[in-house]
């Protein structure tokens, strides 16, 4: 008999693998893209900010995911 229920992942474990990845990258962009916009208005350095970092998020999260997926779902 085939098993329909499918194996849930365990959200702190998600929430922490996206939280390792999220928390250098923006302490790398401190010192790399802030220098650059450090005199841009606030809501245009965070813009800055965001157009970078969603879309590495968006790329790379799920792929952290899914390598692990096998320590996420134990």
Partial sequence: MQNNNPVK???WKMLLISWLFV???IN???LAVFPLVVDFHPLLR???FTV???PLM???IPKLHRYFWGWITR
């Fill in 28 to 30: 790398l962009m401190f």
């Fill in 23 to 25: 928390y250098p990258v």
């Fill in 52 to 54: 970078i970092l969603v």
């Fill in 58 to 60: 968006g790329i790379f």
């Fill in 46 to 48: 965070t813009l800055v």
């Fill in 9 to 11: 992942p365990k959200v």
